[in-house]
């Protein structure tokens, strides 16, 4: 099956900006992937950020933005707050079934 | 306001079975594709089971095929997981998900002798 690797770890200033990517070993992630970023602070339930790779939901700050870069994905944070400091994982949902990467850790120090 | 809420997790011995439980409200859940997610304490998400809105389809991980079923019944806009022959490594919070927009709070399975 399907692997989805993403960084383990970043760290990020307050104000920066930073961009966590997500690749797949089914080969370039494209618009028929699916691609969705989900946010996931200590002790919540996930939430969902962005969908279709490049689409924010409505409760989605407009400093998170989504992107397909070369083969991979990418979620920029521009701007960043303390408050987004927290796990955020990509999942790639095709043909009904779906795989998570493995999360990046976001540490705004 | 869409609400998912999870029920159905306990303490259980390895071999045991559990049905976890969720209700949906807020939207027209026979429209929806809906999922289970598990997460192991201190682990990553990991998807578990995907069910069309019609009930036609159901995909699971190969990692969890002949164990784990999951159903639902658009009447009483519940979601279901049976989860058999349960392992000391199926302990973990498991999530519903409405088509990846919405997720509930989880509820725990602990798979324990």
């Known amino acids: 099956q399907t692997v989805v690797t993403q960084e383990p770890s970043l760290t990020v200033s307050p104000g920066g900006t930073v961009t966590l990517t997500c690749a797949s070993s089914?080969?370039?992630?494209?618009?028929?992937?699916?691609l969705n970023w989900i946010q996931q602070k200590p002790g919540q339930a996930p939430r969902a950020l962005i969908y279709?790779?490049?689409n924010r939901h409505p409760w989605t700050p407009a400093r998170f933005s989504g992107s397909l870069l070369g083969d991979k994905a990418a979620l920029t944070l521009s701007g960043v707050l303390p408050e987004d400091e927290a796990d955020y994982y990509c999942?790639?949902?095709?043909?009904?079934?779906?795989?998570f990467g493995g999360g990046t850790r976001l540490t705004v120090l | 306001e869409v609400q998912l809420v999870e029920s159905g997790g306990d303490l259980v011995q390895p071999g045991g079975s559990l049905r976890l439980s969720c209700v949906a409200s807020?939207?027209?859940?026979?429209?929806?594709?809906m999922s289970w997610v598990r997460q192991a304490p201190g682990k990553g998400l990991e998807w578990v089971a995907g069910?069309?809105?019609?009930?036609?389809?159901?995909h699971y991980p190969d990692s969890v095929k002949g164990r784990f079923t999951i159903s639902r019944d658009n009447a009483k806009n519940s979601l279901y997981l049976q989860i058999n022959s349960l392992r000391l490594e199926d302990t973990a919070i498991y999530y519903c998900?409405?088509?990846?927009?919405?997720w509930g709070q989880g509820t725990l399975v602990n798979v324990s002798s």
């Open positions: 089914a080969g370039a992630v494209t618009n028929e992937d699916y």
């Open positions: 069910i069309k809105d019609d009930g036609s389809e159901r």
């Open positions: 998900a409405r088509q990846w927009i919405d």
């Open positions: 279709g790779a490049t």
């Open positions: 999942l790639i949902y095709k043909g009904g079934t779906s795989v």
């Open positions: 807020g939207f027209t859940f026979r429209n929806y594709w």
